[in-house]
């Protein structure tokens, strides 16, 4: 690959890097790789995160055999965790989904800070107690648990 073809493609990405950082050094208080770490992390109730695990099991429809959740009751922040020695911030969350089948089931779900697309912001991991059908959470969604 030549030099000019290498540069046509990355001197766009570059300049698009320096808009972004001369934007997010005026409104510091925006920004998400901010000092402040408290605020990295929606909280286990906010509206973005309750679609978000929704979602997250709407996504996989032939594992859940179909099952959606509703609604979600009973949410608490069961454990924050911030380290000095890593980027990522995790919140440990729990409560009660209602199903489209009618039943109710523990939900416990996990944010995770620069988890996203290019660790570019958050992201979630759902499990619906009992319905882990191949423990990829473990039983009773105990990876979802701060140890």
């Given at each position: 690959m030549s030099f000019f073809r290498v540069a046509r493609f990355a001197l766009p990405v570059l300049a698009l890097f320096g808009f972004?950082?001369?934007?997010?050094?005026?409104?510091?208080h925006r920004l998400y790789f901010s000092?402040?770490?408290?605020?990295?992390?929606?909280?286990?109730?906010?509206?973005?995160?309750?679609?978000?695990?929704?979602?997250?099991?709407?996504?996989?429809?032939?594992?859940?055999?179909?099952?959606?959740?509703?609604?979600?009751?009973?949410?608490?922040?069961?454990t924050y965790r911030s380290s000095i020695s890593s980027a990522v911030t995790r919140?440990?969350?729990?409560?009660?989904?209602?199903?489209?089948?009618?039943?109710?089931?523990?939900?416990?779900?996990?944010?995770?800070?620069?988890?996203?697309?290019?660790?570019?912001?958050?992201n979630v991991e759902t499990c619906l107690n009992h319905r882990d059908k191949w423990y990829v959470y473990g039983g009773s969604c105990r990876t979802l648990t701060a140890q």
């Open positions: 972004m950082t001369a934007t997010a050094a005026a409104d510091e000092s402040e770490r408290s605020n990295q992390l929606p909280g286990c109730d906010a509206s973005s995160v309750q679609r978000a695990v929704q979602n997250t099991v709407s996504r996989a429809p032939s594992y859940f055999n179909g099952v959606r959740i509703v609604q979600l009751d009973k949410i608490r922040d069961t919140r440990y969350c729990s409560g009660t989904a209602s199903l489209s089948d009618g039943s109710r089931v523990a939900v416990k779900y996990l944010l995770e800070a620069h988890a996203g697309v290019f660790g570019i912001s958050w």
